[in-house]
C-alpha cells in the first residue's frame, strides 16, 4: 500500500472553448489546465503554488469533478482493494461514493456556506446525503466534530452570519470531514482570512490531518504558507506544472526561474538569507495563446542568450521584451516624440534628432546606450533606424530574426534532480554549463 | 465502534448505511401529505356524494357550498402553512434575526397588522359574521357621524334632524343602494380578495419559479424555447382574452382568478432564471454538489431557499397587482357580479356618489390601504431577507 500513490494525476486537461458568434463556432480554447501530473500519498500534504490564475484551482475542480476535466486522467485508490481507479471515468454511483473519499475546503468561507442553514444541517447535509436517515445519529455526530474543530455543540443550531471568518472557515473543514475521506483539497483555505487567524486554521489543518491520516492537495499562491504546511510543492506556472519536489529541497534549491522568483518574495527575517526580490518582467500571457517553448520565457529573468550573443542578462531580457512590444505593435513611436518634443526647448520647433527618441524608448525598455555586444548592437540599431523611419513592419521582422532565445523553439522536458525533485527548464538540462551562465554574464 | 451516546463521523460504516438506502421521510413530508389527502378526500365527497344542489356540509348541518375557488383557496393556505409558516416556526433562531430586521421599519409593521387583519377577518369573518342580506327598506344608510338628506332614504335607521338621516352603530359603514350592510360586505370582500390575492400570486410563483429553475437548469435549447415564450406572454394582451372568454362562456371571479396567475408569471421566471444562474455560481452550491447531493437536492435545498426571499418580495407587488386589477374590471363592470368583492362595491356607488359618497370611498380606502400596506412590507421584506441586496442599493 505505502509504494502506491492514493492519488496519481496524469496529464490531466481542462481547456475551455471559446466560441463566437451565434452558432457558437469554437475559434480556440483557454488552456487553464495543460497537461499536469503529480502524484499524492497517503498522508501526504502536496502543496500546489502559483499566481492567480495559473490553472490550480480549475486543476482542483476538474480533478475532483465538479468541472469536467477535458483530458488526462485521474487515478485514485479508493481503499477497496481494487487499487488506482480513474476517475474521470466513474458514473454517478461510483462519483457518489468517490464524494465520500475526496472533499475540498474552499477559499470563501463566507460564500461556502449557505446563509438560510444552519451550520449544523450544512455539515450534516453530506450524512444525509449519502444515506444516514436517523437525525439525532448526523446531529450527534456533527455535533462532536463542531468540537473537534474547536467550536461548541451549541453552534449547530446557528446561522453563518453570526460567526466570524475563522470560525467559518472551521466550520468548512468539518463538512469536508464529515464523510471521513482520504484526500481534503483546500483551495486557498486562508487566503481570504485575516492574518491573525490563519497560523490557528493552518495549524488545526495540521492537527486533523495528522490525527486522521489525511492526504492533502494545498493549493496556495503563498510560498511561505506552503513552506509550512505541505510535505512535497508543486509549482504551476500558465497551465503547467514548472517544477515539483520535496519542499524543503525546493526551497533550498530552487532549479526553476520561475520558482526562484516565488520565492524571492517570501519576506525573510533572516538577513543572512540575502536572497534579493526578483521583479519578473514582460507581460503575464493569456492561457488562450500561450507562448511556445517555455511558457514562463516572456517574463524568464534567466531566458537563455543564443550562442551568438554575450550580453548582460538584464539587456537580454529587456532585449526581449522590447521584441516582443515592437512585434506586437505596442511601440508608439509618434507618442514617444512628441513626448520628448513637448520636454525639448519651448520655442525650439525643429524637428527631434531621431537619436533623443531611440535614447528615450531605450530608457523605457532598460536597454543601455550601447548593448556591449557588438553584433546584438548593430541589428538592434538596424531595427531602430527602421521604427523610427516608421517602418514598423520591418522593424519587428529585423528583431524578430535577429532576437531568438532557444527557450521559445522548443518544450524543455522535466530533468530529474534527485528524490523526485523535477523541473522543467533548458538551464538545467544543460547543466553545469547552463548553471553558471549567470555568473558569465555578469562580466 | 461508536459508543451509542457518542457517535463520531470516523466510525461510520457507510457501507451499511448507503446499502440500507431510502430517502428520509420528514414528519412535515408526512403532515403535509395527509392534509391533502384529506383536501383530496372532501373534495371527492363534494363532487360524488353530496347532490349537486345541496350544500357541502350539509350533512353536518352547515349550509355552506364550497365553490371551486374555496378549494383552490384551501390548496393555497395550505401551502402557504407548509412552506412559509412551518418553516419560520422551526428556524426560529432565523425567523427571530429577520423580526429584527423587519421591526426597524415602523410603517411594515402598521402594515403587516393591518395585513392580518384582513388575512383573519378573511379567513374566519364569513364564518362569525351573517352575510349581508338586502334590504330595501334601509337603502342608503349613512355610516355613523354622517347624514344624508332624507329623501333619498326609505326609513331612517337612525335618528333623522331637521330632514337629515344620520347614521347609527347598526351599519357603522352606512349600507348600500339596496340595503346591505358596507361593513359585512368589506368583511366578506376580504375573503375575496385573498383569494384573488393569494391563489393567483401562489399559481404565477410556482408556475414562474418552475420555468425560471428548469430554464436555468436545463440550458441550451429548452432555455431558449422558454424565454421566448416568456417574450410572448409579457407582450400577450391578457384583457382581450378574458374579454373573449366572458363574451363565450361568461366571466366569473374563478376565470378571473385563473386568468391572472396562468399570464402573469413571466416577470418571476425571468427573475428566478437569472437568480438561479448567479446563484450556482456560489461555492455552498459547488459544496453541496461536492457532497454528493443530486441537482434536485441542491436544487430543493439551496437554490431555492436563498432565491425564496426574492420570490416573496416579488409576490408583495404581484397580490396588490392582481388585487387592482379586479377591482378595475369590477369597476368596468367586466367583473363577477355575483360575488360582493371590494371592486364591485366601488362600482355599485359609482352612480351615488355625489350623495351617497361612503360606498365607493369606504372600500375604496380599504382598497387603497391593502395595496399600500403590500407595498411598505415588499420595501421591508426586501431589507430584512436579502442583506446583500440593500448593501448593493446603498453603495
Ligand atoms: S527554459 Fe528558458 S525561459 Fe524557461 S524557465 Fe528555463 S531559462 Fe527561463
Not at chain 1, 500500500?1 to 451565434?22: A, C, D, Q, W
Not at chain 1, 507581460?283 to 507562448?291: C, E, F, M, R, Y
Not at chain 1, 512585434?327 to 509618434?334: E, P, T
Not at chain 2, 440593500?390 to 442599493?393: F, K, L, N, S, T
Given at each position: ?22 452558432l ?9 489546465v495543460d497537461?499536469?501530473?503529480f ?15 495559473c490553472g490550480?484551482s ?18 485514485f485508490d ?8 480513474d476517475?474521470t ?5 461510483d462519483l ?19 446563509p438560510?442553514?444552519t451550520?449544523?444541517?450544512?455539515v ?14 448526523r ?17 449547530y443550531?446557528?446561522?453563518p ?14 463538512r469536508?470531514?464529515?464523510?471521513n475521506?482520504d484526500?481534503?483539497?483546500?483551495d ?16 488545526l ?9 489525511l492526504?492533502m ?10 513552506r ?12 503547467k506544472?514548472?517544477e515539483?519536489?520535496e ?7 530552487p532549479q ?13 527575517p533572516?538577513?543572512r538569507?540575502?536572497?534579493k ?5 514582460g ?10 517553448g ?5 517574463r524568464?529573468?534567466?531566458v ?18 522590447f521584441?516582443?512590444?515592437v ?8 507618442k ?22 531611440e535614447?528615450?524608448i531605450?530608457?523605457?525598455f ?9 553584433a546584438a548592437?548593430?541589428?538592434l540599431?538596424?531595427?531602430?533606424d ?12 529585423t ?22 525533485h523535477?523541473?522543467?527548464c ?15 554574464a555578469?562580466? | 465502534?461508536?459508543t451509542?451516546?457518542s ?7 457507510w ?10 421521510v ?6 403535509l ?36 375557488l374555496?378549494?383552490?383557496l384551501?390548496?393555497?393556505l395550505?401551502?402557504v402553512?407548509?412552506?412559509?409558516a ?7 433562531r ?21 395585513l392580518?387583519v ?10 362569525v ?6 334590504e ?15 329623501n333619498?332614504?326609505?326609513e ?21 343602494p ?7 360586505m ?5 375573503q375575496?380578495?385573498?383569494k ?26 429548452v ?8 417574450d ?17 362562456w ?33 461555492e ?8 454528493g447531493?443530486?441537482t434536485?437536492?441542491?436544487?430543493r ?5 436563498n ?6 418580495t ?26 360582493a368583492?371590494?371592486?364591485q362595491l ?25 395595496i ?13 431577507l436579502?442583506?446583500?441586496a440593500?448593501?448593493?442599493?446603498e453603495?
Open positions: 500500500m505505502t509504494e502506491r500513490p492514493l492519488l496519481s494525476v496524469r496529464n490531466l486537461e481542462k481547456h475551455y472553448p471559446i466560441t463566437e458568434g451565434v457558437s463556432r469554437r475559434v480556440g480554447a483557454a488552456r487553464a497537461g499536469i501530473s502524484d499524492i500519498a497517503r498522508g501526504e500534504t502536496l502543496g500546489l503554488v502559483g499566481e492567480s490564475g490550480k480549475t486543476a482542483a475542480s476538474s480533478l475532483i469533478r465538479l468541472e469536467e476535466p477535458t483530458g488526462g486522467r485521474v487515478l479508493d481503499g477497496r482493494g481494487e487499487g488506482l481507479r476517475v471515468r466513474f458514473d454517478e454511483a457518489k461514493a468517490f464524494r465520500r473519499n475526496a472533499q475540498m475546503i474552499f477559499q470563501d468561507p463566507s460564500s461556502s456556506l449557505d438560510r442553514m451550520v449544523g444541517s450544512s450534516a447535509e453530506s450524512l444525509m446525503v449519502h444515506g444516514m436517515t436517523d437525525r439525532t445519529r446531529r450527534k455526530i456533527v455535533e462532536n466534530l463542531l468540537e473537534d474543530v474547536g467550536l461548541s455543540a451549541d453552534d443550531d446557528r446561522y452570519h453570526e460567526f466570524s471568518g475563522g470560525q467559518k472557515q472551521r466550520i468548512g473543514l468539518a469536508a470531514l464529515v464523510l475521506p484526500l481534503i483539497i483546500a486557498e483555505p486562508v487566503s481570504a482570512l485575516d492574518v491573525s487567524v490563519r497560523a490557528e486554521i493552518l495549524s489543518v495540521d492537527r486533523l490531518q495528522e490525527e486522521y491520516g492526504s492537495l494545498f493549493i496556495s499562491h503563498d510560498m511561505s504558507v506552503v509550512d504546511v505541505c510535505d512535497r510543492v508543486a509549482v504551476m506556472y500558465l497551465g506544472i514548472v515539483i519536489g519542499t524543503e529541497e525546493v526551497f533550498a534549491n526553476h526561474p520561475y520558482t526562484e522568483a516565488l520565492l524571492s518574495a517570501i519576506p525573510t533572516d538577513p538569507q540575502r536572497r526580490g526578483i521583479e519578473l518582467t507581460k503575464v500571457p493569456s492561457p488562450v495563446d500561450p507562448p511556445d517555455c511558457r514562463f520565457h516572456t524568464c529573468h534567466r537563455i542568450q543564443p550562442d551568438e550573443y554575450d550580453l548582460e542578462q538584464s539587456h537580454w531580457r529587456s532585449l526581449l521584451n521584441r516582443d512590444e512585434v506586437a505593435g505596442a511601440v508608439d513611436v509618434g514617444v516624440r512628441e513626448s520628448v518634443e513637448a520636454g525639448a526647448a519651448d520655442g525650439d520647433a525643429e524637428a527631434t534628432p531621431d537619436a533623443a527618441v535614447r528615450e531605450r530608457a523605457d532598460g536597454l543601455p546606450e550601447r548593448l556591449s555586444d557588438a548592437e548593430r541589428r540599431g538596424d531595427a531602430f527602421r521604427l523610427l523611419s516608421g517602418n514598423e513592419d520591418e522593424a519587428a521582422e528583431l524578430a530574426a535577429a532576437f531568438v532565445t532557444p527557450c521559445e523553439e522548443s518544450v524543455p522536458e522535466f530533468v530529474d534532480h534527485g528524490d523526485g523535477r523541473s522543467a533548458f538551464l538545467t538540462a544543460r547543466d553545469e554549463r547552463a548553471l553558471e551562465r549567470p555568473a558569465n555578469e562580466r | 465502534m461508536a451509542e451516546d457517535p463520531r463521523f470516523d466510525t461510520v460504516d457501507d451499511e448505511i448507503t446499502s440500507g438506502g431510502g430517502r428520509e420528514t414528519k412535515s413530508l408526512v403532515a401529505g395527509a392534509s391533502l389527502a384529506g383536501l383530496a378526500a372532501l373534495l371527492l365527497y363534494d363532487y360524488v356524494v353530496v347532490p349537486d344542489r345541496t350544500a357541502t356540509f350539509a350533512a353536518v348541518g352547515w349550509g355552506y357550498d364550497v365553490t371551486k374555496d378549494w383552490l384551501a390548496l393555497s395550505l401551502f402553512a407548509f412552506y412559509g412551518l418553516p419560520l416556526y422551526r428556524n426560529e432565523m425567523t427571530r434575526y429577520y423580526w429584527k430586521e423587519f421591526k426597524k421599519n415602523r410603517p411594515a409593521v402598521a402594515s403587516l397588522v393591518f392580518a384582513v388575512f383573519v377577518g378573511g379567513v374566519f369573518g364569513p364564518l359574521i351573517s352575510s349581508p342580506e338586502s330595501l327598506l334601509r337603502q342608503f344608510q349613512p355610516p355613523v357621524f354622517m347624514e344624508i338628506p332624507q333619498y332614504v326609505i331612517c335607521v337612525g335618528e333623522r334632524a331637521a330632514g337629515v338621516c344620520r347614521g347609527t352603530w347598526q351599519h357603522p359603514l352606512g349600507t348600500t339596496d340595503g346591505r350592510d358596507i361593513f359585512k368589506i368583511v366578506y370582500g376580504m375575496i380578495s385573498m384573488v390575492g393569494l391563489i393567483a400570486t401562489l399559481m404565477a410563483v410556482v408556475i414562474g419559479a418552475s420555468v425560471g429553475t428548469v430554464s436555468a437548469y436545463a440550458g441550451g435549447m432555455d431558449e424555447v422558454l424565454m421566448r415564450y416568456v410572448i406572454q409579457q407582450s400577450f394582451p391578457t384583457l382581450v382574452l378574458y374579454l373573449l372568454i366572458i363574451y363565450t361568461g366571466g366569473g371571479l374563478f376565470t378571473m382568478v385563473l386568468l391572472f396567475g396562468l399570464f402573469s408569471w413571466e416577470g418571476t421566471a425571468r427573475y428566478v432564471r437569472s437568480n438561479a444562474l448567479s446563484k450556482s455560481e456560489e455552498y452550491m459547488k459544496a453541496s454538489r461536492l457532497s447531493a443530486g434536485y437536492h441542491t436544487i435545498r439551496h437554490l431555492i431557499p432565491t425564496a426571499s426574492s420570490i416573496i416579488d409576490a408583495t407587488l404581484l397580490i396588490p397587482a392582481f388585487l387592482l386589477a379586479e377591482a378595475q374590471l369590477s369597476f368596468l363592470g367586466l367583473g363577477d357580479t355575483s360575488v368583492s371590494w371592486g366601488i362600482s355599485v356607488g359609482r352612480d351615488h356618489l355625489s350623495y351617497a359618497p361612503w360606498i365607493t370611498l369606504a372600500p375604496g380606502l380599504v382598497l387603497f390601504l391593502t399600500l400596506a403590500f407595498n411598505f412590507l415588499g420595501d421591508a421584506l426586501l431589507d430584512a436579502n442583506p446583500e440593500r448593501a448593493e442599493a453603495s
